[in-house]
């Protein structure tokens, strides 16, 4: 597949401007305008000059700050940059309104190609994974590594905890649901996401759990919050009906990088029964399950994800990393990991 099935939006226009999100100590945010979009790349500066780039993609109804405990921690192993998705974080909308795979991936595109930093180290959690998948099949050029966290890749038999976030995708659930939970406070939503997306909420910091309510606040305050998050849910499910050669799974066998995949055994949004298909899908692919951990296993267990990081990059440098040959699945190492 070649890079014109991303295909081409209108320039950009003037975007609605929003409230500065928090960043943290270290971090820097800036704005980059593309055409049809403007994005938020959050960064660290460089330990040292030479460190090779590192891109990390969030999830749906996530943000670059779910990177920022992953990013500290590979200071002086990557040059990292997070980026806020389109209508996620702290970048406004895309001027066409499409939230596709296709779209998302698009955008993370052009702007890689726009900063001249690919090849990158590519990480993605969860839609963040499906469109991080999508870039590494059909730019393989601009993908040293892939790291992908609880991608959400088709599966026939979807959890019943995910039900409800597959359903924001149905025309008119999401404004049956906001009228529903109007009521409902930053903080109550807040408890609903951690219970969600956690194995162990209580591993959430206090400080950390205000911050994110905090951001919940600033997000519902903005007129395109459930649009983003309806539109994205859409997006991601009709990417699970597509076959051929535009499936996701499809496009992950055809996927060329070195990549590692982390499955969190409690995640109760991506099946933790899917790990061992990841790992046979992915040609080139290394495995680490983590039994404790929910859908945000970077944020829940950011030492040992960035441990296996390091690891997966040793491995890939190491003189003989292109020659040792062999079927996918067996390569494909699994390394169980406990709290």
Not at 202 to 230: C, I, K, N
Not at 279 to 292: C, E, K, M, Q, V
Not at 304 to 323: I, K, Q, S, W, Y
């Amino acid at each position: 597949m070649s890079s014109t099935e991303l295909p081409s939006v209108p320039p950009a226009s003037v975007l609605p401007k929003t409230v500065s999100v928090r960043v943290a100590e270290g971090e820097r945010l800036r704005s980059v305008g593309l055409p049809g979009a403007t994005l938020k790349i959050r960064s660290r500066p460089p330990a040292r000059e030479g460190l090779e780039p590192a891109l990390y993609v969030h999830g749906l109804g996530g943000s670059s700050q779910n990177w920022s405990a992953l990013m500290a921690l590979l200071d002086g192993v990557v040059d990292s940059e997070a980026v806020d998705l389109p209508g996620f974080g702290d970048s406004p909308p895309p001027d066409d309104g499409d939230y596709s795979v296709t779209a998302h991936a698009r955008a993370v595109i052009r702007y890689l190609d726009a900063s001249a930093r690919g090849p990158v180290h590519l990480l993605g959690n969860s839609l963040g994974g499906a469109v991080s998948t999508r870039v590494a099949a059909v730019r393989p050029d601009l993908v040293r590594t892939l790291t992908l966290v609880s991608p959400a890749l088709p599966e026939l038999r979807i959890q019943r905890t995910a039900v409800p976030t597959g359903l924001l995708g149905v025309p008119g659930v999401a404004a049956l649901f906001s009228r529903f939970t109007r009521e409902w406070t930053a903080e109550q939503r807040v408890r609903g996401v951690t219970a969600l997306c956690y194995g162990d909420p209580g591993r959430v910091a206090p400080e950390s759990f205000q911050h994110a309510v905090e951001e919940m606040e600033r997000r519902l305050r903005l007129p395109y919050f459930w649009d983003a998050m309806t539109r994205s849910a859409r997006g991601l499910v009709n990417a699970y009906t597509l076959g051929g050669q535009h499936g996701l799974w499809r496009q992950a066998e055809r996927v060329l990088a070195p990549t590692l995949l982390v499955y969190g055994g409690r995640d109760q949004l991506v099946g933790f029964r899917m790990a061992q298909r990841s790992a046979r899908a992915f040609r080139d692919s290394r495995l680490l399950t983590l039994p404790d951990a929910g859908h945000v296993a970077m944020m829940e267990y950011p030492e040992t994800v960035a441990t296996a990081f390091r690891e997966l990059l040793a491995e890939t440098r190491a003189p003989d990393a292109g020659t040792r040959a062999g079927p996918a699945a067996e390569r494909a190492g699994s390394v169980d990991a406990g709290s």
